[in-house]
Structure formats: C-alpha cells, structure tokens
C-alpha cells in the first residue's frame, strides 16, 4: 500500500510565487484569529513588562545593598538600608511574580480561545465542503488538519510566543542592566555574541530541516494509519497486515530518526551554550576582580554584573527552539487556512426560491457533467420525470447511474445546463429545503452513534414514536430492532446491537421514508438484502412509493417490476426508456438483460 494521500501541501515544495500566495494566506487567517483577542495580548503585555522589570531588578539590589547598606551598617551600626533593600528586594519579587503568573495565566486563556475558535470553524468549514472537495481531499489529510496541526498550533502559542516575549524581554532588560550598571563587563558579552550568533544559526538550519521532516513522517503516519483502518476489511481479507506492518514500520522509523536527530542537534547546542556563558562569566569574573583590586569597581557591582551575564544567556536556547516552533506553526496555519479557504463548490444561493410543498417533478435540461475536465460521464442529458413516477435506473456499472442520482440530490452541479425540481433550478433552492425534498439511499447505509429511534429520527427529529415504528414497521425493520437487547434504545454501536449489513440497510429506509420526501432515489439501496428480505422490503415499497416520485437504481430486476417506467443507461445517455413490458416485449437490451435474468432465477 503506497502512501498517496500525502500531496504537496504535506511535503512542503512549493514554487517562490505559491509560497508567497499561502504566506498571503497564513498571514490573513492569523490576522482573523488575533483581532478579536487585540486587546488582551495588550494587556498581556503589559503585564510581563512589568514582571521582566521586576526579575531583573534583583541583582542591582543586591549590588545597591552590598555596595551601600552593608557599609552603613559594618561602619554606623544602622540597621535601616540593609532592612529597606531587602523589603524592597522581596517586594519587588513578590510583585515580578505576581505580574508574571498574571501574564501566563492571560496568554493561556488568549491561546486556547484562539484554538477553541479555530477548531470549532474548522469543523465547521470541512463539513460544509462540497463532495467533491471530500472526494480529493483524504479522511487521512482530513484528521490531520483537525488534529496534528491544531495541535502544533497549540503548542506554539501555548509555550513557544510565552517563551519569545519572556525571552526577549528579559535579554533586553538584562542587558540594559548591565550597561547601566557596568559597561565594561558588557563588552565579552557583546564579543559572545558574534560565535553565538553563528551556532545558533547552525542549530536552526539545522534543526529546521528535522522537524520539517518529522512534520511530514508525522503526516504520512496519520494518512497511513487512517488509511489502513478504514480499509480494514481489506486488509483482513487480503491478509495485507505483515505488509502494511512493514511500510508503516519504515514511516515509523524515519519518524524515529527525524526526532532523534532533533534531540542530537539539541544535546550539541544547549551545552555549547553552557560553556560559552561560562567562559564569559569567567572572564568578566577575572577582569572584575582585577578592576577590583585597582580600586575602581565595587565588589557588590561585580557580584551583580556576574549575576546578570549567567542570566543573559539563558534564553538564547528557547529563542532556537521558537524559532523551529514558528516554523512549525507556520506550516500549519498555511494548511489549515487552505481548507479554511476553500470554496464550496455547491455554494447555498443567497436568495433562495421557496420551494413550499415540492410535487417531484423532475427536470434534466441539456445536462452535462464531468467529475475531471474534458472526461464527460454525462455528455448531453435531457429527461423529464413526471411528479408520483416510479422510474426504474438500469445499466451496466460506470454507465452514470449514480452519478445522475448525485445531480438530483445536489452533490454536485452540472457542468452545464440544468436540473430542476418542479421548474425550479437546484441551484436556487436553499439546502434545508432540498433536504426535506430529496432524500438519497445509497447502498453505505451510514449509521450514527446513539440509539436505532435517534438514527431513524435524522430525517424528521420530531417524529413521534409511534411515527418511528410505523416508519419501521413498513420496510419490514420492526421485527428485528424488537428483538435487540434494548429495542428501539438500543445503541448501534454498542456490543449487542451490532448490525448486519442487511439490518442497517433496512434502517437506512426507515430513516428515509420517516423523513417522507417528495424524490426519494434508491441506489443500489437493496443490494446487502438476502432475497427474503428484499422481498419483505419490495412489499412496503410499493406502498410507501406511491405518493411520490422515486428513481431506483438496481441490480437485480426484480425491483423493476413495480416501476412505472425503466430508463436504460450506457455511457452516460439513456438508451431505452419505456414502461417494464413493452420494453420486456421488445428486442432492445432490456428485454436481452430480462432474458438472461429470468433464465438466471430458473
Ligand atoms: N468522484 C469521482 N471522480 C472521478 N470520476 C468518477 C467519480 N465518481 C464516478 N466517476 C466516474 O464516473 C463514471 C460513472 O460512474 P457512476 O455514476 O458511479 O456509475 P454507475 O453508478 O452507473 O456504476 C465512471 O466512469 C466513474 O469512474
Ligand atoms: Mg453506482
């Protein structure tokens, strides 16, 4: 199994001009998603202003007392400045850290309201999408967006923008320190700089290119792992474990290895670092305490200017690691603005025609259609279906049956011309009411988690209950749900009310017919049914097709006997279109197919 749901967008190739359009992107979305927290990133700064002050102020405390309280006191026995620049000193603290946990405790609730919005728009914006962004578009990538990305995101802005301000602030601050305390001891500091500077440079380069791969064996893990689970049966049936195993492991193992040389790169530089500050430190030490012995640097100064540069350095390895983080997070924000921005292709029109109790009649005028450009599957449709007709769809697979039935339901829009209900264009009538007026089943027969009453009532949540079990009562489904361990209550889900194929098919008209629509097309909705329970369902629907228009689309031709019209399809036009016995009557390929399947059931 290939891993093909990895596309560019997971690789992170792009052209100059591509990658100057998704900045464009990226930048639009995180300018959306910071506008309406303005304010208290504001305040938030502010606050860790105040805090950064405050932390740095501790060692000119301490040069202030050791320089000037501690004489005071050895010479005149006064107690006051060394008592004063102490209190000052706890006061001072106290108040940094107030401010600080005050500012974290900001940035975090910025943060996860800032993911809360995003997640919930996403999920919005991925449902809303048309069919054919969901065909293009792998589950796999799907989940990958919803979790691996917001989550990056998360981290980025939960730790990795804290860490830079605090970061950043805090050099500054303590550098400012220093110079005005003692600008000598600066100037080492300064010089470090210069190799720092380079070997930070390295570490990111680097490093970039490790975590970008590990973004992309990350990616490839999901897309796999999804891939592999959805198609479990699959695999099962084509014992294709030991092999996915394999290719999964080789994923598994350069996702190791991404990481590993993430974590190599960092045991280099952090304790780089390390001996760079300590060797620094040492030389301010050494030219301090020459100075000190000329007479012309106090010892509490010295004690302060060795305190702040230890403490210069520290965040130097945070701002590497923000820099990989922004990366990160900025490859992220870039795909899930991608899906963010993405169209519909089935936009709702803005003024919608009212569509009050829809009759059913149904209209194909010079319909075309084509799933990829300059491949047409419906090259020239024209058809008319009058309101109560029962159209039976036949023909060979690939000819374009399901693909007629997905216009009518609106999956998709023609290409060019038109279908219509009741005269009315599809792309003017507003979704809720093409839901209540088409209802497609399809052979997938998707059941929700919850009870077997919940999953018939999607179609009309207000249905009594009596209205549910007629509902299943009529396709034959009574009986059964009965029978489970909790009947209508039963989760579907749960051990025990597991459901066959057949079962959930029989819910799936149920749910349909409780939903009543005026077209109601059937695709392939029989084909997980044993001749039995065919036969049970065959008998409600002639019943529950009779007010209304109804497309059945078929294999067996059983099904065709209760239509009142059979349209045969080949390569997208329709061949034969006629009543079931004149067309049985005659020599056309339905009466060839008829034959042979009569001759099938003898
Ligand atoms: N999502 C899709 N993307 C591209 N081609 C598609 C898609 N769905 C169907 N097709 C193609 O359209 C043609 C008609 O398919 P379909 O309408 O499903 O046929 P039928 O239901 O009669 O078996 C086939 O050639 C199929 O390969
Ligand atoms: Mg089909």
């Not at 304010?39 to 000037?68: H, K, R």
């Not at 000190?292 to 060795?306: K, Q």
Request: aromatic share 8%; charged share 20%; glycine share 8%.
């Amino acid at each position: 199994m290939s891993v093909t749901g990895v596309s560019g967008e997971e690789r992170n190739d792009f052209t100059r001009a591509e990658n100057k359009r998704l900045r464009a992107r990226s930048m639009r979305l995180a300018g959306e998603l910071v506008r309406p927290v303005r304010w208290q990133i504001a305040g938030s700064g502010l606050l860790i202003v105040l805090g950064t002050l405050g932390s740095v102020a501790g060692p000119a405390l301490i040069a202030l007392g050791i320089d000037q309280a501690l004489p005071s006191l050895t010479s005149a026995g006064d107690w006051m400045p060394v008592i004063l620049i102490a209190s000052a000193y706890v006061g001072i603290g106290l108040l940094g850290g107030l401010f600080r946990s005050g500012y974290f405790r900001m940035a975090a609730r910025i943060s996860q309201r800032v993911i809360f919005h995003l997640r919930l728009r996403l999920f919005r914006q991925t449902q809303d999408l048309s069919m054919s962004f969901h065909e293009k578009y792998t589950s796999g990538r799907v989940i990958a967006r919803q979790t691996s990305d917001l989550d990056t995101l998360r981290e980025f802005l939960d730790s990795g923008i804290e860490d830079l301000v605090s970061g950043v602030l805090f050099m500054i601050f303590t550098a400012t320190a220093l110079i005005i305390l003692d600008p000598q001891s600066m100037l080492p500091v300064l010089i470090s700089f210069v190799p720092i500077f380079f070997f930070a440079w390295w570490f990111s380069n680097r490093s970039r290119k490790a975590f970008r791969s590990a973004r992309v064996y990350s990616a490839r893990l999901i897309v796999q792992f999804v891939e592999t689970m959805t198609g479990i049966r699959a695999v099962k049936a084509f014992r294709r474990e030991r092999h996915n195993e394999t290719t999964y492991g080789v994923e598994v193992d350069n996702y190791r290895m991404a990481n590993q040389t993430v974590i190599a790169l960092f045991g280099i530089f952090d304790p780089g670092l390390k001996l760079v500050a300590n060797l620094v430190m040492a030389i301010v030490l050494l030219l301090g305490a020459l100075r000190v012995l000329d007479g012309t640097m106090e010892v509490g100064v010295l004690l302060a200017a060795v305190l702040y540069v230890r403490r210069i350095f520290d965040p130097v390895a945070e701002l590497a690691f923000f820099y990989n983080g922004m990366q990160s997070a900025g490859s992220a924000l870039e795909k899930i603005s991608g899906v963010l921005e993405e169209e519909p292709t089935v936009p709702e029109p803005t003024h919608p025609v009212p569509l009050a109790a829809a009759a059913g009649a149904l209209d194909f005028a010079h319909v075309s259609f084509h799933y990829v450009a300059n491949r047409p599957v419906l090259p020239d449709l024209d058809l008319h279906i009058p309101a109560g007709q029962t159209v039976a769809l036949v023909g060979t697979t690939g000819a374009g049956k399901s693909t007629l039935a997905k216009l009518l339901a609106r999956f998709y829009d023609p290409s060019s011309g038109t279908v219509s209900l009741d005269g009315i264009s599809l792309r003017d009538v507003s979704n809720d009411d093409l839901r209540r007026a088409v209802v497609m089943v399809t052979q997938e027969a998707y059941l929700f988690s919850g009870s077997v009453s919940e999953n018939l009532r999607i179609g009309r949540p207000n249905a009594t209950q009596a209205e549910v079990e007629a509902a299943a009562r009529a396709v034959g489904a009574h009986d059964f749900i009965l029978s489970l361990p909790e009947g209508y209550e039963t989760d579907v889900n749960k051990r025990g009310g597991r459901l066959s194929s057949g079962q959930r098919q029989l819910l799936s008209f149920a749910r349909a017919f409780l939903a009543d629509p005026a077209v109601l097309i059937l695709d392939e909705a029989t084909a997980s049914l044993d001749i039995p329970s065919e036969r049970l369902v065959q008998r409600g629907l002639k019943t529950l097709l009779a007010d209304r228009t109804a497309i059945i689309i078929a294999h067996r031709l059983s099904t065709v006997a209760i239509a009142d019209r059979v349209l045969v399809m080949e390569h997208g036009h329709i061949i034969e279109d006629g009543a079931p016995a004149d067309l049985i009557a005659g020599t056309g390929t339905f009466a060839t197919l008829h034959r042979a399947w009569r001759d099938s059931l003898a």
